[in-house]
């Protein structure tokens, strides 16, 4: 048992004026003292903070991908690849923040028993990659098909005349009630298939990194990764676009126009008057669908706009790397070098094994590993960004149906609400709509709203405790260890931040990146913030995407508040040998823009100077 | 000096891992480095065809071994009276004009090619059966240091050939049952270096054996401090396949040896408090140590053992100088055990590696 100590959670208080915080979340979300077996599990198991993934508390509706992967992700390894020892990851909530704890299968005799399901199981996935893959592309392909063909149209006074010439039967009433359950369905579909290799993918990781640590105690996971990078991805596809939207630029001599505005209408209203202006804006019509359904963000929050909502932010990133090809440089991926970097230091730590056994199993595992890899990442791309963007909007159709009828008084303040609640408040609408009367709902959520506003900004103010809980002996869960990272280390250095607040002078993170740097800091909360940045300055931002992707040209190192060493962050910096310290947790609140810090990406230590 | 005749002179850069029974271990092992592309010393090894052109010469090969027959490994005192006989008989003994002669033109031409006039050296023996793996006996025969001018260089000559009758090495011997005869013994003469620091290197983690890393430990002045323990080293760990560098630890380095040179001797200073907790060598010497280690390693193909120096006098890109390399024996007598033992396919592996998940201490 470690030396960390983390409180009880049924002690973590509420925070005054938020009390009845609860009911904005589903209702299993709470740590309960009122079931006494409940308390005692909660009590004895081990919960640690999801900043990884929710930086910021959660808004009501947001919370859908939590339950979406609370289910998926703890499906897969229990119930349908009997990984033996591990059953799923239990979620709770305190104060907005989403705690999560990897639930262990303890009795030796039933871990026995889901071995013989687990090797049939996910051997038959490892076995059939590929295919099985090429199938996933299908489903989601399909399933945002059918996301982009629900139509949530707003209710008419008289039903037209097709209802009755054509025999329906169904009012758009009903259709309103039933698109929205589409909606949400596709999104919990969605998240199915999200997890449906990923557990796999993680643990063919987990045993990778494993064996290179036992043959290498002392091998930084950066290198391990290093050994299975510069394998293309389609998520790097949407930044390659934007280049060759730079280069086209170039080629037709239309950068001062590009350059004239910040705004994408007004750059397009002066493009449209030039033949070279059209012949660029076709080219970025054609790859709009679906390169641009890219997140400015990670996706998982209704906050995070698309390339697609926000044409400033692609204009922004190709505006940069056309200035960088009129200076005369490369902005092509290194990608070259860093195939020729990964092959030698394959071969070069490969050389250092010195028997066959090993040989043949760190052989066998890479391979696996590399197999993985690229729907590790591609996965992204489909749910988190492409789905995602699209989701986010259909929802606010449905928001602007709600603000016409009173029940809110901005299409933005659906987020406020739980996914059951807008259905009951689509019910409360859709009847009275039918019926000729007022509804209840716009003297009851408007109010309610605007209570939650101020809960959620006294949720922002609260700082959670990065755990909660006795610390396991053993963690068996892939993503526990791969994604969050969770070790003794990092649960030492969990403990540490919380009990120093003040002066702070080294911020530590997971190294990502080799190399040490000293340069002036930029913090950029958002990517719209990238424009600021100096050449040679060193970005600090609470993650990156690939919308982030332009940055990486222009800056000497890397700090992150979330992220392992797989981030998005973590594997472009190494591609451009840049330092990067990800998953500090807290860099973006403690450094200031124009700081001078010194980043080590060798040992994860920021220094502030 | 013939062609067939073995010479009595050797310079390092002719020495390689086939001339140990000429120029014994240590010289061998300098040649070969020099011609793995390391940089070590300037200097020439007397051999051991030399030794016995100067026993030979000198008529006392049957004196001495007539003192060696009948002894018992036992008998300290008779082995300590037969030694002491020994190494007077060996150390007033006359060098053959032409072995003298050759000793004295080597010596002359390393001096102009290190720029310094009567080059301070070492002298040190370098014996037939030392650095061999498995068979290690440092420190049974003798190194002088700081020896300059040629009087006194074939002086130590002479004294380095009399180690090999000290009382340890001849009770070794007949423990051993090894022929007196049959041992022969070289010398190597080697460009003192006047280090700025020194310290030793390991190819590999000595604590947790990773063939991955490269250990440095670092003081000012001589090797002699951190090699006696006399100072609590700066450590720097360096992965070996990247060259990051990635831990380091400066500590207070209190004393150093550096020379003395009204005496031709190294000896022990107080370093200034400032000084003290400086870090003793540059990251870009670390960097290159690390570099001519794997060089070392990949040449030997073991793990290594290396004791390495920073000259004072010359500049910087030339000045980095490796003094010894031997293979590192306590993990190399730990024969290396797969940690992959039983799986036979890739789902093996993972059903172990999720079986096993990873531990909270």
Known sequence: ?609 | MNATQAPFVCDFRDCNRNSIELVGGKCASLGELINAGIRVPPGFAVTTEGFFDFVGGAGIQDAIYQELTDLSGDDTVKLKAASNKIRSMIEAAEFSTELEDQIGECYRVLSVRCNVPAVPVAVRSSATAEDLPGASFAGQQDTYLWIRGIEDVLDHTKKCFSSLFSTRAIAYRIRMDFEHSAVAISVGIQKMVNSYAAGVMFTINPTSGDRSMILINSSFGFGEAVVSGEVTPDVFMINKVSLDLVERIITTKEVAYIVDHETHSSKRVDLPAERQNIQSIVDEEIAELARMGKIIEKHYGAPMDIEWAVDNDMAAGGNIFILQARPETVWANKKSKPVAVGNKTAMDHILSSVMEGVKMK
């Open chain 1, 1 to 609: 048992m470690g030396k960390s100590k983390f409180p009880d959670p049924h002690e973590v208080e509420t925070i005054p004026g938020t009390e009845g915080w609860e009911r904005m979340y589903p209702y299993q979300y709470q740590f309960v003292t009122d079931d006494p077996e409940r308390e005692q599990y909660e009590k004895e198991s081990f919960w640690f903070y999801d900043g990884l993934h929710y930086p910021e508390p959660l808004y009501p509706f947001d919370t859908i991908w939590d339950e979406a992967w609370y289910l998926s992700l703890s499906q897969f390894s229990h119930r349908i690849f009997s990984i033996p020892p591990v059953k799923g990851v239990d979620h709770r909530m305190k104060n907005g923040y989403v705690y999560i704890s990897p639930v262990a299968i303890t009795d030796p005799k039933e871990i026995e028993g889901r071995v013989a399901h687990f090797m049939e199981r996910a051997g038959y996935y490892y076995e059939n990659w590929n295919e099985l893959e090429a199938k996933w592309e299908e489903k989601m392909k399909k399933t945002i098909a059918e996301l982009e063909a629900v139509e949530i149209a707003p209710l008419p006074d008289l039903e037209d005349i097709s209802i009755v010439t054509e025999g329906i039967g169904e009012s758009s009433g009903y259709q309103l009630l039933k698109n929205y359950d589409t909606v949400i369905d596709l999104g919990i579909r969605c998240w199915q298939y999200h997890f449906e290799f990923l557990n796999l993918g993680y643990a063919a990781y987990v045993t990778f990194m494993g064996h290179c640590q036992k043959i290498w105690p002392d091998i930084p996971l950066q290198r391990i990764t290093q050994m299975i990078s510069g394998i293309e991805v389609i998520m790097y596809r949407p930044d390659e676009e934007l280049r060759n939207l730079a280069r086209k630029a170039v080629e037709l001599e239309i950068v001062d126009s590009l350059k004239s505005s910040t705004s994408f209408s007004e750059v397009k209203a002066t493009l449209e008057h030039m033949d070279a202006g059209k012949q660029w804006l076709e080219a970025l019509e054609k790859v709009r669908y679906p390169w641009f359904h890219v997140s400015t963000g990670t996706g998982w929050f209704h906050h995070d706009r698309s390339w697609n909502d926000d044409l400033d932010v692609p204009l922004g990133s190709i505006c940069t790397y056309a200035e960088k090809l009129l200076a005369g440089k490369s902005i092509d991926r290194p990608i070259e070098a860093v195939r020729a970097e990964r092959d030698r230091i394959t071969s070069e730590y490969r050389g250092l094994i010195d028997n066959d056994e090993d040989l043949a199993a760190f052989d066998q595992l890479l391979a696996t590993a590399k197999t993985v890899f690229p729907y590790v990442e591609n996965h992204l791309f489909y749910v988190e960004h492409w789905f995602h963007s699209i989701f986010w909007n259909k929802i606010r159709e449905v928001g602007a149906i709600m603000k016409e009828h009173g029940f809110i008084d901005d299409v933005e303040d659906i987020w406020l609400l739980k996914r059951s609640e807008i259905k009951d408040a689509l019910w409360d609408l859709v009847t009275a709509w039918a019926t000729g009367v007022k509804p209840r709902g716009p003297k009851v959520w408007p109010p309610e709203i605007e209570w939650r506003k101020g809960v959620m900004e006294k949720f922002k103010q609260w700082t959670p405790p990065p755990a909660l809980g006795p610390p396991p002996e053993v963690i068996q869960e892939p993503f526990t260890i791969v994604l969050w990272g969770v070790t003794n280390e990092s649960l030492a250095n969990w403990a540490e931040l919380s009990e120093a607040d003040g002066d702070v002078r080294i911020i530590k993170g997971f190294a990502a990146s080799p190399g040490t740097v000293e340069g002036k800091a930029r913090v950029c909360r958002t990517v719209k913030e990238i424009g600021e940045l100096e050449e040679g300055e060193i970005l600090v931002a609470p993650t990156t995407s690939p919308s982030w992707a332009p940055a990486f040209v222009k800056i000497k190192a890397c700090v992150t508040d979330v992220g392992g060493v797989m981030s998005h962050a973590a594997i472009v910096c190494r591609e451009y040998g840049v330092p990067a310290i990800v998953g500090t947790g807290s860099a973006t609140k403690i450094i200031k823009s124009g700081q001078m810090i010194r980043v080590n990406g060798s040992t994860g230590e920021v220094e502030l100077l």
